[in-house]
Each structure stands twice: as structure tokens, then as C-alpha cells.
């Protein structure tokens, strides 16, 4: 499944999990109006003149707080959708990334940005041995540290343990999410207004 591909099915079930959450958002803002409504008409009925401009003020205040409430519920929705959608991806992108094509390119990309002579190399504990094969293959010394740095990727020290590179598929997506989140936001909107 190519990135679009993922994108595409994540936005699919954010878009699922959008609608419903807005179609209750829906009910209780007709709910907030309809309560405002009987208010108003109740005012109206005990003294026509003075009243009517209470009601109106009144209707507007409540109005003006539903469209507010429901501004809230919006982004509120908006922020779980993303949420949601941003663990998902998390989830996916790890399990692909776990794979040993991915995990070995993630790898190579760190091995070949360092140029010093002493390296520790720190991977999932799961990783340490497939870790020293392809270091031997590809002849290049490291020490490998069997360590929980990230669920898929790699991370490299210099001596003094200053760290220089970290490759993981999680700081990939924090870097993408940031550009993402914006055209995610905008596909969402366009399609709660068709």
C-alpha cells in the first residue's frame, strides 16, 4: 500500500469517525435551538412590547452560544480525528517500518551520513544481530547497543555518546505530520461540505 494509498484509507475512516461525531453535534445544537426557541416565545407571550426586545436579545445570546458550542464540538471532533488519525499512521508506519527492507534502509541512510571512527549504533534490542550482519556486510565497524531507541529505527552516537543521527520512522512522521496536518484539515473540511 503506497503513502496515497494510506492516506487515502486513514482519511476515509477519519472522514467515518467525523461524520458521526458531527451528526451528534448536530442533535444537541438543534436541541440548544429548539430550547432557545420555546424561551423565546414563552417572553413574547408575557408582555409583548418589553418583552420582544428581552427575547431577541435573548435568542441571539443563546444562538450566538450554540453556534460557539458547536464551534467547539467541531474542533473538538477535528482534534480526535486527528489524534486518532496520527496514532493510526503511528501504528502503521511502525509495522512497516519493522520490516527488515525498511529497517535496513533506515540503517544504511544513518551509517552512510556518519563519517567517525568511533560509532555506536543504539536499535531495538529485536534488530541487534540483523544490526552487526549488515554492518559486517557492508564493512563498516559499529557498536552495536541493543536498545529501545525507537520502535523502528536506528539511532548513532559519536564517542562521548553525542548523538548525530537518529533515523526512526516515528521522527519521520513527526516531521510530515507537520505538512500533513494542514491538507488533512482542509480534505476533511471540503468533505463536510459537500
Sequence with gaps: MGYQELIAALCAEGEARRR????????EAARIREEAR????????????????EAEETRERVLGHARRESEKVRLLVLEEV??????????LLVERAGSQEAF???LREAV???SAAEVEVRVPPSK??????????WKRTARVVPEAVSEAGVEIRVEGGRLIVRNTAEGRLEKAWIHLVP????ELEEAANR
Design 183 to 186: 491538507e488533512i484539515v482542509r
Design 20 to 27: 458521526e461525531r458531527l451528526a451528534d453535534a448536530e442533535s
Design 112 to 114: 552512510d551520513a556518519v
Design 128 to 137: 541487534a544481530k540483523e544490526c552487526e550482519h549488515l554492518l559486517a556486510r
Design 38 to 53: 420555546r424561551r423565546a416565545a414563552a417572553l413574547r407571550e408575557e408582555s409583548r412590547s418589553r418583552m420582544a426586545r
Design 104 to 106: 535496513e534502509a533506515l
Design 82 to 91: 486527528l489524534a486518532s488519525l496520527r496514532r493510526e499512521t503511528e501504528r
